[in-house]
């Protein structure tokens, strides 16, 4: 089974950047679907991005242009590019695979990382 840890939050000033990873373990990358999700205190946990073996990503409408994700199989690692961030942006962020396709939902997902927090203030 893929195991997930996520890394590279922190606090950041509105207007910057942060590049998440989600490294994994376990299993053949390029076999999976690997969701980036998020949540912010108060509020459900939602997809904000996926990208398939093949390639092809999908992502959140209130992430378009913003968002950027991207994965290396030789390093078995997604990653989530995170530019212009914004308040709004503040929530804990998770990794999570699927086994096929993409997801707009959680539950079409069966592995997740811990989460990793993301901060956006001045």
């Known amino acids: 089974q893929l195991r997930l840890v996520e890394s590279g939050g922190g606090l950041v000033q509105p207007g910057g950047s942060l590049r998440l990873s989600c490294e994994t373990s376990g299993s053949t990358l390029n076999s999976y679907a690997i969701g980036w999700f998020r949540q912010a205190p108060g509020k459900e946990r939602e997809g904000v991005s996926c990208i398939v073996g093949g390639g092809i990503r999908h992502y959140a409408d209130s992430v378009k242009g913003r968002f950027t994700i991207s994965r290396d199989n030789a390093k078995n690692t997604v990653y989530l590019q995170i530019d212009n961030l914004k308040p709004e942006d503040t929530a804990i962020y998770y990794c999570?695979?699927?086994?096929?396709?993409?997801?707009?939902?959680?539950?079409?997902?069966?592995?997740w990382g811990q989460g990793t927090q993301v901060t956006v203030s001045s």
């Open positions: 999570a695979a699927a086994t096929g396709s993409c997801s707009r939902y959680p539950g079409g997902f069966h592995s």
